[in-house]
């Protein structure tokens, strides 16, 4: 009995004589992310240090060409066209009347039958610069009341007529069947058939048919 207490008293005290299993320490984890984080700082500034580009100095931006200056010619002196002032152009076809001496035939207000012929006369003259054929005459224009030309026939001239000159121009008439008074407004053309004269010239021819 003695034996065997001796015996777990040596197991105890060589179990308790054997070196102990170290403790592994509790990593720091701080610790850990810090020096991950100085690793990772490193490699990306030997990587930059390696890969970082050559600045390459700016190029010298092109100056353009100052395009030459055009001197314009001096502009050749024209002589103008010397014009009198208060002179009127000359006009080819024009003329003008006398009131006192246009109505050669037919004054205005002629009583006149139903039918009845007639041929009306005015004196004017010349005022153009250009001599008037036998194919210058006068042509109806408008009337009151409208379209009535009174079945007019126009007479050409007679004769030459120079600038300056005046001659008498005819019409053959024939007044409407219908009572009332009608007036028929007439102005001259040339042998081109392009009538002339001014509005304050229009030929008029006036009767009452009775």
Do not use: H
């Amino acid at each position: 009995m003695k034996k065997l207490f001796a015996l777990l008293l040596l197991a105890l005290l060589l179990a308790g004589c054997a070196p102990a299993t170290p403790i592994e320490p509790t990593p720091d984890v701080n610790a850990i992310r810090t020096s991950a984080a100085n690793t990772v700082i490193a490699e990306f500034t030997l990587t930059a240090a390696v890969f970082t580009p050559t600045v390459q100095p700016p190029s010298e931006t092109p100056t353009l060409a100052t395009p030459p200056t055009v001197t314009p010619s001096p502009a050749l002196a024209t002589n103008p066209t010397q014009v009198a002032l208060g002179t009127p152009a000359a006009i080819c076809d024009d003329y003008s009347f006398d009131l006192t001496t246009l109505d050669v035939t037919i004054p205005d207000g002629t009583p006149m039958t139903p039918g009845q012929e007639f041929t009306k006369t005015w004196k004017i003259k010349n005022t153009g610069i250009c001599t008037w054929d036998t194919n210058y005459k006068a042509i109806f224009s408008y009337s009151s009341p409208p379209n009535e030309d009174m079945d007019a026939q126009p007479i050409p001239l007679a004769a030459l007529v120079a600038p300056g000159q005046e001659v008498e121009v005819s019409v053959q008439f024939k007044a409407p069947t219908t009572p009332g008074e009608y007036t028929g407004y007439w102005q001259m053309v040339n042998s081109k058939g392009i009538s002339f004269g001014k509005k304050e010239y229009t030929l008029i021819v006036k009767i009452v048919v009775q």
